[in-house]
């Protein structure tokens, strides 16, 4: 075990390298390596592979099968490039950082952060840690971090994400929410990826692209205890680098319901998907948690 450990700690540490050493690359042969690299995943990595897929029936019943998985196919190619442009991210300058990632918005975000408490909805498109990194290079900001089990990759990517502004990054854990209120009443904005299935604790189910997906009601929550304005993060992949879609404030949100809130927002998110379907996470099992009665789809 211990062998097999060490062997796994020189393997990360030399795709980290690897990487790394794609910072001054073009944006083209990051991408064309990528276009490669992910065609060979989608062989390669078969459960991710019947996840994606599966979402994506669920999702859009009536695309043919070829569209869907085409679609999945240029998901693992996004996946990978997000992967390799990490490299701009972690060791870039904030020059470089800011080059590859454009913004929309930007000048009216700044103004609601000095304005007061703002939520940033950043949905699980393959873009958003170059969004929030990027917003990183001209505002101090808060989000919440998941710790990855290799200890390798956790370290460079929470480094990534520390690297402008000495961001705030909250831990993943059961008492989490005291401090990310009150970072977000600080006020910092808050960077918050909602779009997940952490389980029917605390979870509501609500329609997604028509099927009941279980969801966490805290956007609409925090809000309300905050007083926060609530806007949208869209990372968008382009051939260039990325674009950052930063909205207006939502308008009359939050409500007195969280439910319906949280509905609203999985429609809003369903526009999005739909400009860009291949940029979605579709390798989350977005639907593992089923309804009492219903059997489970993966």
């Given at each position: ?22 910072v001054s690359w073009k944006q083209s ?177 609500v329609p997604f692209f028509g099927v ?87």
């Open positions: 075990m211990a062998k097999k450990s060490a062997l796994n700690q020189i393997i990360s540490r030399t795709c980290v390298g690897i990487v790394n050493s794609m042969s990051r991408t064309a390596l990528a276009n490669f690299l992910g065609t060979v995943t989608w062989y390669v990595l078969a459960r991710r592979r019947h996840i994606a897929l599966t979402n994506l029936r669920l999702c859009f019943p009536d695309w043919t099968e070829e569209k869907r998985t085409a679609t999945a196919k240029q998901v693992f190619r996004n996946l990978v490039r997000a992967a390799l442009d990490h490299s701009v991210l972690a060791k870039g300058s904030a020059e470089q950082v800011q080059a590859m990632v454009k913004f929309t918005g930007k000048e009216k975000f700044l103004e609601l952060c000095d304005e007061g408490p703002l939520i940033v909805v950043a949905p699980h498109f393959v873009g958003l840690d170059a969004g929030g990194i990027a917003i990183n290079t001209f505002r101090r900001g808060a989000s919440l971090y998941q710790t990855q089990s290799n200890p390798i990759w956790d370290k460079w990517a929470y480094d990534a994400r520390k690297r402008f502004s000495d961001p705030v990054l909250i831990p993943k854990s059961n008492s989490a929410m005291k401090q990310v209120i009150r970072v977000i009443r600080e006020p910092l904005p808050f960077y918050y990826l909602p779009d997940m299935d952490h389980g029917e604790r605390n979870s509501v189910f009941q997906a279980a969801t966490l009601p805290m956007v609409s929550k925090l809000a309300k205890l905050t007083k926060a304005k609530v806007i949208w993060g869209i990372a968008e992949t382009t051939d260039e680098g990325y674009i950052m879609h930063l909205s207006d404030p939502l308008e009359n949100f939050p409500t007195d319901d969280p439910v319906a809130d949280t509905e609203r927002l999985n429609r809003d998110l369903e526009q999005f998907i739909l400009r860009h379907p291949d940029q979605y996470l579709w390798t989350h099992r977005r639907f593992k948690t089923r309804p009492q009665g219903e059997p489970p789809v993966y």
